[in-house]
């Protein structure tokens, strides 16, 4: 918000000191009313400051805003947002320790001015920051405090309706996150809002795990009958746990501003009242360290717009971000023609042959993080909700670990989640009926383990499956289910040493007993007994 825009109607409002509404017991966010005085804060934690005035028949249209100074001249200037009843926020997140101050900006008289200061603690443990490329590559990713972040990430669209109609607490929502960090997921890809899917339901679902056609919606009315006019500041309010759990979890919003293709009744683009609903989710979202911003899932392939627009909303939330978080557009057609727009690139490929078009996507977006945001594997779930090419969780986990090779990273679709059908207690099912998640918790150990975002991707050191490897004495390998033997190319001066192999078995985590091997002319190695895919690592011992 700039000064210029100040509006003198609002200076008579009496400014006042409230609590906010939501029990501070269900959110880890430090809430506390501004006050002259030192606020306490830590490093990477969010800090609401709340401001209150007397009711205004307008509240949507005060502004408000503030200016924080950082302990090393370090300057971020933040817009607030209407919290409802009078209530206004200012959302922010220390990006350093030691003492900040502030100054307010407002619409309001009563406000404008106002100044404060904040002394921020260190880090607080496994708080590492937001998401951000990594300083010594463009293709993968990092943590403010230099971490690697390596995402597999889960579709879950509807994960705001599992609470959504709960005013005091959100146990399905905790429930279900648990389940995905317990089994190495760190990236949930989610809309801030969708209404109902438009194909055929499955006859046998159970209504009370169909989240379709909420009672809850982020404008006024209902999406039968809205009123775009004004924002549910409620529906945020509740939207905030959502977010702030996954935060607690260590886990990524991947968050989708719009969707297309799921019935929402939106606001015309580009109206008054589509950009007021925009620049509130940049505005009450954007100090949350672990968020990244999708414009739109289905961006592109429902007539909605063109790419302009989507141009311009990238844009106007670069413009309004104060942390400048991630930006993807879950559309490859847009990201391959506009990859200067883009932070990391989001593909929607399903072709049969994966490893070679993902390698194919490294080569015609160079520098670029790539998320296969959606290969065309949707596990098979108790019912259908939406089946893609390929249901059996075998073969998703072969696509995903073909991303993870090809120097990608992956999303793996459940389609007990991933659309308007949620069971957020998996363990409840049957053995046979529950998600195969514990394959993505064996590929967190593998990737963790060996780093494998760092390593070379695309060389061909083998006459078949494809190779991971250090550029020295490392090597990994995708061996396919089909063979029975691999022959591996290693350099011809090696020849006459040894290496040692030892294989994992990607469905069960377990690591082979390592076996030592002379290097011939010709090294091969015999695939261990089994039906799916196996992965081999070998080591070049030093002489």
């Known amino acids: 918000m700039k000064r210029n825009a100040l509006n003198p109607t609002y200076a008579a409002l009496t400014f006042l000191l409230v609590s906010l509404a939501m029990p501070h017991s269900v959110l880890a966010i430090n809430r506390v009313d501004y006050q002259e005085g030192a606020v306490a804060g830590r490093q990477w934690e969010v800090l609401d400051i709340a401001f209150a005035t007397a009711t205004a028949p307008q509240a949507s249209e005060i502004e408000i805003a503030a200016d924080f100074t950082g302990p090393d001249g370090t300057e971020i200037a933040v ?26 900006r407002s619409s309001v008289a009563a406000l404008d001015g106002k100044q404060g200061s904040l002394s921020v603690q260190p880090a607080g443990q496994d708080r590492k920051g937001g998401v951000v490329i990594a300083k010594d590559s463009p293709t993968r990713f990092e943590y403010e405090n230099g971490e690697r972040y390596y995402p597999i990430a889960f579709e879950c669209d509807w994960l705001f309706a599992l609470d959504a109609e709960n005013p005091d607490d959100i146990p399905q929502t905790r429930r279900f996150v648990d389940t995905l960090a317990e089994n190495g997921f760190n990236q949930v890809v989610m809309n801030v809002f969708a209404y109902d899917v438009n194909w055929p339901k499955d006859d046998r679902l159970v209504k009370e795990f169909d989240y379709g056609s909420p009672d809850v919606y ?105 942390y400048r978080r991630l930006v993807t557009v879950h559309d490859y057609a847009y990201c391959r023609r506009f990859p200067e727009k883009v932070d990391f690139v989001s593909v929607q490929l399903w072709l049969s042959e994966l490893y070679s078009v993902m390698r194919d996507v490294v080569k015609n977006i160079p520098g670029k993080p790539i998320l296969n945001i959606e290969h065309g594997g949707y596990e098979r779930g108790p019912y259908v909700v939406f089946t893609g090419n390929y249901t059996s969780p075998e073969v998703c986990l072969e696509r995903a670990y073909q991303c993870v090779f090809a120097g990608t990273f992956p999303t793996h679709y459940w389609q007990g989640a991933a659309w308007n059908v949620i069971i957020p207690d998996i363990k409840t099912l049957p053995a046979d009926e529950q998600p195969r998640l514990d394959y993505y918790r064996h590929m967190r150990s593998f990737v963790d383990r060996y780093r494998v975002d760092e390593l070379v991707a695309g060389d061909r050191k083998a006459n078949a499956g494809f190779c991971l490897h ?67 690592v070998l080591n070049l011992d030093t002489p």
């Open 79 to 104: 817009d607030g947002f209407d919290d409802g009843d009078g209530r206004f926020v200012i959302r922010f997140t220390p990006t350093k320790p030691g003492s900040w101050t502030f100054n307010v």
């Open 470 to 536: 250090d550029n020295a004495d490392t090597l990994i390998y995708y061996i396919p289910k089909e063979c029975d033997f691999i022959g591996v190319r290693l350099p011809s001066e090696r020849r006459g040493e040894t290496m040692t192999a030892t294989w994992f078995d990607p469905y069960t985590g377990e690591y082979s007993k390592p076996e030592n091997h002379k290097i011939t002319q010709w090294p091969s190695l015999k695939v261990p007994a089994g039906d799916g895919l196996r992965i081999l």
């Open 218 to 322: 982020p404008f006024g009315g209902h999406n039968e009958n809205p009123d775009h006019s004004r924002l549910n500041i409620e529906y945020f309010q509740r939207l905030d746990r959502v977010i702030d759990y996954l935060d607690q979890k260590g886990i990524v919003a991947h968050l989708m501003i719009y969707v297309w293709n799921k019935n929402v009744n939106w606001p015309e683009a580009d109206s008054q009242a589509d950009n007021r609903y925009f620049d509130y989710v940049v505005r009450r979202y954007q100090a949350f360290p672990n968020m990244v911003w999708d414009i739109s899932k289905e961006a592109l392939g429902y007539g909605h717009n063109d790419v302009n627009y989507i141009s311009h909303r990238i844009d106007r939330l670069r413009k309004a971000d104060a």
